[in-house]
């Protein structure tokens, strides 16, 4: 079979409409990478500017492409048509990913990578699937460094991974000492994704992985809080998330680009921000819960 690879350079706010079109129009694939081409596999994550890739049979590619995404868009949007033959396009997209450090302590591989963790490193071994969560992008680079200053083996904090996506942050806690995690989710994708990733790693016997409502149901608080989810749905979440971290204890939050962060912090009266990281255009705030 032929195929054919429609590239499209697409705004932050047509994505949405643009995915949802080259769906209805019957690709195979559709992929969403930054503008520099890094692959996005994060939770609602996206750029400010996107390359989407879909991949049509090219006996299949529909004649009005064109129309109906600039009818979604809005507005007319340049397409590429790329010819592909003799790929594994199941596979073909892991060959973007590789190894790589994060903070001081971890070391993030793909499965399908072998590249052993350099000495003094915990190695961190992961299988995205169908869910979110590869470690590249910056939102969860930004939560890993902060679990790997905040969650060691000396006090062993329980940690809560909300929204834990392929189980990269919960299973990063576990492996950095935490005494158990608790990873909610409400993807059924994600829970199998986290539930083989923990068994991979060997932690599952302290990774617990369930529905949102049903995982924190008599559970917590917790003493480390980690949410790598959009702003708006962080502010959203206020109420649970301050609930779910123990009084004196520390939340995290990322997936939130700089402009927003304002709006977050407000959105969290019980909490003292003590710090905000940033990298790219993303940032992480940092805080300990008062009240």
Same mark, same amino acid.
């Given at each position: 079979?032929e195929w054919l690879e429609?590239r499209?350079?697409?705004?932050l706010?047509?994505?949405d409409?643009?995915e949802?079109?080259l769906?209805a129009?019957g690709a195979?694939s559709?992929t969403?990478?930054?503008?520099?081409?890094?692959p996005?596999?994060e939770p609602?994550a996206?750029?400010? $500017?996107?390359?989407?890739?879909?991949?049509f049979?090219a006996?299949?590619l529909?004649?009005d492409?064109?129309?109906r995404?600039?009818?979604?868009a809005?507005?007319?949007?340049a397409?590429e048509q790329v010819?592909?033959?003799?790929q594994d396009?199941?596979?073909?997209?892991?060959a973007?990913?590789?190894a790589?450090p994060?903070?001081?302590?971890l070391?993030?591989r793909?499965s399908?990578?072998?590249?052993p963790?350099p000495?003094?490193?915990?190695e961190?071994?992961?299988?995205p699937?169908m869910a979110?969560?590869t470690?590249q992008h910056?939102t $969860?680079?930004?939560c890993l460094?902060?679990?790997?200053a905040?969650?060691?083996g /000396?006090?062993a904090p329980?940690?809560?991974?909300?929204g834990?996506?392929?189980g &990269?942050?919960? &299973?990063?806690?576990?492996?950095?000492?935490?005494?158990r995690v608790?990873?909610v989710?409400?993807?059924?994708?994600a829970?199998?994704?986290?539930?083989?990733n923990?068994?991979?790693?060997g932690v599952?016997?302290r990774v617990?992985?369930a529905a949102v409502?049903e995982?924190l149901?008599?559970?917590g608080?917790?003493p480390?809080v980690?949410?790598?989810i959009l702003s708006?749905?962080l502010?959203e979440?206020?109420? /649970?998330?301050?609930?779910?971290?123990?009084?004196g204890? /520390?939340?995290?939050l990322?997936?939130?680009?700089?402009p927003?962060?304002?709006a977050?912090?407000a959105?969290f009266?019980? &909490?003292?921000w003590t710090? /905000?990281?940033?990298?790219g255009?993303?940032?992480?705030?940092?805080?300990?819960?008062?009240?």
């Amino acid at each position: 079979m032929e195929w054919l690879e429609v590239r499209i350079t697409v705004p932050l706010q047509q994505l949405d409409a643009v995915e949802e079109a080259l769906a209805a129009a019957g690709a195979a694939s559709v992929t969403v990478a930054g503008a520099d081409d890094q692959p996005n596999f994060e939770p609602g994550a996206a750029w400010g $500017t996107n390359l989407v890739s879909a991949l049509f049979s090219a006996a299949e590619l529909p004649a009005d492409l064109e129309v109906r995404l600039a009818a979604a868009a809005g507005e007319a949007l340049a397409l590429e048509q790329v010819p592909v033959e003799g790929q594994d396009w199941a596979h073909a997209w892991k060959a973007r990913f590789g190894a790589f450090p994060v903070g001081e302590r971890l070391w993030v591989r793909p499965s399908w990578v072998e590249e052993p963790a350099p000495p003094g490193r915990v190695e961190l071994v992961l299988d995205p699937g169908m869910a979110f969560g590869t470690g590249q992008h910056e939102t $969860t680079r930004l939560c890993l460094e902060w679990l790997d200053a905040r969650v060691h083996g /000396e006090e062993a904090p329980a940690v809560l991974d909300y929204g834990c996506g392929s189980g &990269i942050l919960a &299973i990063a806690a576990a492996k950095l000492g935490a005494s158990r995690v608790l990873g909610v989710d409400n993807d059924p994708l994600a829970l199998e994704a986290t539930r083989n990733n923990a068994a991979m790693n060997g932690v599952a016997d302290r990774v617990a992985v369930a529905a949102v409502e049903e995982g924190l149901e008599g559970e917590g608080p917790f003493p480390r809080v980690v949410a790598n989810i959009l702003s708006g749905t962080l502010v959203e979440l206020a109420d /649970e998330l301050t609930a779910a971290t123990a009084r004196g204890g /520390e939340l995290s939050l990322s997936g939130i680009l700089a402009p927003q962060a304002e709006a977050v912090r407000a959105g969290f009266p019980g &909490i003292r921000w003590t710090r /905000e990281a940033r990298e790219g255009e993303w940032v992480r705030l940092d805080g300990v819960r008062e009240s």
